[in-house]
C-alpha cells in the first residue's frame, strides 16, 4: 500500500520576488506532487520565530528571521508519495555551494541565507509546521 506524504514548502522572499513561484511549482508538480493548498502571505515575527525555533541561538537566526519576514512568501503544502524527501531533493542542498544544478538552490538561490525555497525535513516537521502555516486545514 502507498501511504501518501503531506509537506510543507516555501518560496522565501527572494523567490517570490524574483518571479519564480510558477517555475518552482512546476518542478514540484512534475515530479508528481500535488498542491493542496497554498497562499501568498508576509509572515510574522511570531509565525516565523515559531517556525524556526530549532534554530534559536545561533548566530543565523535572527537574520533568518529578518529576512523571512521582509515580504510575501508563497507558502504550500504539497501531497503525493515521500513528499518530504521529493521536495527536499528537487530544492537541493541547503548550502548553495553544495547545490546540485537541476535543483531549485542550484538553479536559482544567490547564497545559502537567500536560497529560495524551504523544505521540511521529515514527517514531523512537516505535521507542525504545516500546523503553523495552514491552521485551517485539517489533515
Do not use: C, Q
Not at 525555533?53 to 504550500?76: D, R
Not at 528537487?90 to 548553495?96: E, F
Not at 535543483?103 to 525555497?117: E, H, K, L, Q
Request: without cysteine; aromatic residues 8%; charged residues 25%.
Amino acid at each position: 500500500m502507498i501511504f501518501m506524504e503531506v509537506t510543507l514548502a516555501i518560496v522565501k522572499p527572494d523567490g517570490v520576488k524574483r518571479g519564480l513561484i510558477g517555475e518552482i511549482l512546476k518542478r514540484y508538480e512534475n515530479k508528481g506532487l500535488r498542491l493542496k493548498a497554498a497562499k501568498v502571505v508576509t509572515p510574522s515575527i511570531e509565525l516565523l520565530e515559531k517556525h524556526y525555533e530549532e534554530h534559536k541561538g545561533k548566530p543565523f537566526f535572527k537574520p533568518l528571521i529578518e529576512y523571512m519576514s521582509s515580504g510575501p512568501v508563497f507558502a504550500m503544502v504539497l501531497e503525493g508519495e515521500n513528499a518530504v524527501k521529493l521536495v527536499r531533493m528537487i530544492n537541493g542542498a541547503t548550502k548553495v555551494e553544495d547545490a546540485l544544478p537541476g535543483t531549485i538552490r542550484g538553479d536559482f538561490a544567490s547564497s545559502t541565507t537567500y536560497n529560495v525555497v524551504h523544505g521540511s525535513d521529515s514527517v514531523e516537521s512537516a505535521k507542525r509546521e504545516i500546523a503553523l502555516w495552514f491552521p485551517e486545514l485539517i489533515l
